[in-house]
């Protein structure tokens, strides 16, 4: 239950902080796949970008890494651990190393910015702590550093998370996922109800937090010319398979042809 | 194809499809409504009279009887009622948030939440004179008997109201926060509750407020307070008594409501 600066490695000799996702399965209704059988491992660094049409699986993929989706078959290997088989207290303790953040920001409305990102503490302080909000100095000093570190600065710290502009939320929802000192951070299309301008902005704080954290970052995220400028790594998905995986500058236009199905989803 | 055959019907059917089962329940409801009162017997002669003989009562009620003697039985009834609203309000509150979030279907396993549910319906089957006379014959005539009738009708209703503000939360900031390994207890407290609070407390002073009323109600029955005070005036056909007692319990009827407005922000 003591939080490692990195997991343990995995199984296989994988690096540390390493993911590696075997025969991945998942169906909603029974025999119809939105998952087909995926394996992917994805190295304990950098930024990693999932691209692909709406409706592929991208989304279900990275929910089944922190067991917010429950996958049907397959193994999750991360810090010594099948996350696919954990349960109750195991899970929540996996979970509290996995940071996510959302589409649409998912911060709780009526709490505070600072009282938003104490949420990542959750995983390590007891409840009751929670409930009378006395939080460890650290995690609050922690909280105050991170505020200026997403470009917030201190004086949001008590502002309600509905006062906030979409961009400004995001920055709250990556600090919350900072908060948890994760080994691995989910990104699920955190640029998409977003404008062109803060979406750069985003991921650009995404990459740092990268780099800064020495963390992997996943990123789902349709927008490929985002995803060629800031990701080491792309991984095309379509219906429910994984179609390209390499380099950005290894992704052509017969590539993206596949992932999208024709010249329609490039534009 | 389609859009041709379509367009054969009337533009105004197409738009606005006629709905034949909600007018039908319109008409039933209309037809048994008559049935029902010309079973009643309502007449015309019948009304009048009651209009003469609530004449000569109100008659009577005038003017309010100020005694010191009966002052004195009004407000030690009237403390009394207010003792047992504020009582059964924060007892009853204070059990139906467990109860509550026991019946969200969104946040706890089925067999739980339909058990509670389960509870809640019997909760609010009767009303709450009735389960009034069931602790009277339990626990004896005074205001025991109506604090624990009135917590059983408060736990009906707030526990139902509550469970169902719970289901309307947004689950999108609880996915969020159980995420990141929070327990049950830490989702309770940083992702449920925020959601949820400000509508309780809502529903907590809208309850003290109810619960003065009903009160006075379950008194009559021998749930002690106020109401058993009134009973007696009736039976003793102190009319202008019992209207000193119901001036009293408007007085303090509008008095709580100002009071739940202001609690109602400061807790928010």
């Known amino acids: 239950m003591t939080s490692h600066p990195h997991p343990t490695p995995s199984e296989a000799g994988a690096l540390p902080g390493s993911l590696l996702i075997k025969g991945l399965r998942k169906e909603y209704r029974a025999g119809q796949p939105v998952l087909k059988d995926i394996s992917l491992t994805i190295e304990g660094r950098g930024l990693t970008a999932i691209i692909g049409p709406s409706g592929t699986g991208k989304s279900t993929l990275i929910r089944c890494i922190n067991r917010l989706v429950d996958p049907t078959a397959g193994e999750i290997w991360f810090g010594g651990q099948d996350l696919a088989s954990l349960r109750g207290a195991q899970l929540r303790a996996a979970r509290r190393r996995i940071g996510m953040v959302f589409q649409e920001y998912n911060l709780v409305e009526r709490l505070s910015v600072i009282e938003n990102l104490l949420c990542g503490r959750l995983g390590y302080v007891p409840a009751w702590r929670a409930f009378m909000r006395r939080f460890p100095d650290a995690d609050i000093a922690r909280a105050f550093e991170l505020l200026d570190a997403v470009g917030l600065g201190q004086d949001f710290a008590t502002r309600r998370a509905d006062q906030l502009s979409g961009g400004q939320r995001q920055r709250v929802g990556i600090a919350r996922a900072v908060m948890q000192s994760p080994a691995l951070v989910l990104a699920d299309e955190p640029t998409s109800s977003l404008d062109p301008k803060t979406s750069v902005e985003i991921m650009e704080l995404l990459a740092k937090v990268s780099s800064d954290q020495a963390v992997p970052v996943i990123i789902n995220i349709h927008n490929v010319e985002l995803a060629k400028r800031f990701a080491q790594r792309i991984i095309g998905m379509s219906r429910g398979a994984v179609v390209f995986d390499g380099p950005p500058d290894a992704l052509r236009d017969d590539h993206l042809r596949e992932i999208y199905g024709g010249e329609g989803g490039l534009a | ?268």
Not at chain 2, 62 to 81: I, Q, R, V, W
């Open chain 2, 1 to 268: 194809m389609s859009v041709v055959a379509a367009s054969a019907a009337p533009l105004r059917t197409r738009a606005f499809p006629a709905q034949w089962s909600a007018r039908l329940a319109w008409v039933g409801l209309c037809l048994y409504t008559i049935y029902a009162a010309s079973l009643l017997d309502v007449t015309l002669a019948r009304f009048v009279q009651g209009i003469e003989n609530g004449a000569r009562f109100f008659d009577r009620m005038f003017p309010p009887n100020l005694a010191a003697d009966k002052l004195a039985l009004l407000s030690t009834g009237m403390l009394e009622s207010i003792q047992i609203a504020i009582l059964s309000t924060f007892f009853g509150v204070l059990l139906s948030l467990p109860l509550g979030l026991m019946a969200a279907r969104n946040l706890t396993p089925g067999w739980l939440s339909w058990s509670a549910r389960g509870l809640i319906a019997v909760l609010r089957s009767f009303h709450s004179v009735i389960v009034a006379i069931l602790f009277v014959k339990a626990v004896g005539f005074g205001a025991l008997a109506g604090i624990l009738a009135l917590i059983v009708s408060t736990m009906g209703f707030i526990s139902k109201l509550f469970a169902d503000a719970v289901e309307e939360m947004s689950m999108k900031q609880v996915e969020a926060v159980r995420a990141t390994g929070a327990s049950f207890f830490g989702v309770l407290a940083m992702g449920v509750f925020p959601q949820v609070m400000a509508r309780f407390i809502g529903f907590a002073t809208y309850q003290l407020d109810s619960n003065l009323r009903n009160s006075t109600m379950v008194g009559l029955v021998g749930g002690g307070g106020i109401g058993a005070t009134l009973f007696t005036a009736y039976q003793r056909f102190d009319y202008d008594f019992v209207l000193t007692i119901l001036l009293a319990i408007i007085a303090i009827i509008m008095a709580m409501e100002l009071v739940a407005g202001r609690l109602r922000r400061i807790f928010q």
